[in-house]
């Protein structure tokens, strides 16, 4: 696999084509849920009125609060027992798509549509699979995804690459495809 982008891959059509891998990361995961243990912890001493703050309460709201974090753990938790940290997440390349909970490939000629936005504060790419590609791959997209037949695909993070490049190498592929 090639991690590197440059401009002249886009113009030369034997060059090798970049493919982008998106890896979970453990370091990360076990920060989230560091910092929410600890702010837990913390407003479950302040409700239990082990920790004074500047203003009297009751200790039911930050009890509350507590217990969301709690539950916020546990939902991370689960999710993360669903992920296979040895495998990457997502593999994008001049083949189409590979991602760890669909069953199969989506090849860029099952795909309809990339939508790339435009704001600063986006942080995916939504790909929408066509009504008439694999009945399996689109019956996994509706329970995975929160919007039918799209597959969101991270543009921040990915090693190697800034976010102007992967999105400009997942539009290049979906443009090459509709040439084709």
């Given at each position: 696999m090639n991690n590197e982008h440059s401009p002249a891959i886009d113009r030369d059509p034997n060059a090798a084509q970049p493919v982008l891998v998106l890896r979970?990361?453990?370091?990360?995961?076990?920060?989230?849920?560091g910092l929410l243990a600890l702010f837990s912890v913390y407003l479950s001493l302040?409700?239990?009125g082990q920790i004074e703050t500047s203003r009297r309460t009751s200790g039911v709201g930050e009890g509350l609060f507590a217990i969301?974090?709690?539950?916020?753990?546990?939902?991370?938790v689960v999710n993360a027992r669903n992920v296979d940290f040895t495998k990457p997440i997502m593999v994008i390349g001049p083949d189409g798509i590979i991602?760890?909970?669909?069953?199969?490939?989506?090849?860029?000629?099952?795909?309809?549509?990339v939508d790339i936005?435009?704001?600063g504060q986006a942080e995916?790419?939504?790909?929408t699979v066509r009504k008439d590609a694999d009945p399996e791959i689109l019956g996994q997209l509706r329970k995975e995804q929160p919007v039918e037949r799209t597959v969101a695909i991270p543009h921040r993070?990915?090693?190697g690459?800034?976010?102007?490049?992967?999105k400009d190498i997942v539009n290049h592929y979906f443009e090459r495809s509709r040439q084709s």
């Open positions: 979970a990361s453990v370091r990360y995961l076990s920060m989230i849920l302040i409700a239990l969301v974090f709690l539950g916020l753990i546990v939902y991370v991602a760890q909970r669909l069953p199969k490939p989506i090849p860029w000629s099952m795909i309809e549509r936005p435009q704001s995916f790419i939504y790909v993070w990915v090693p690459f800034s976010s102007s490049e992967v």
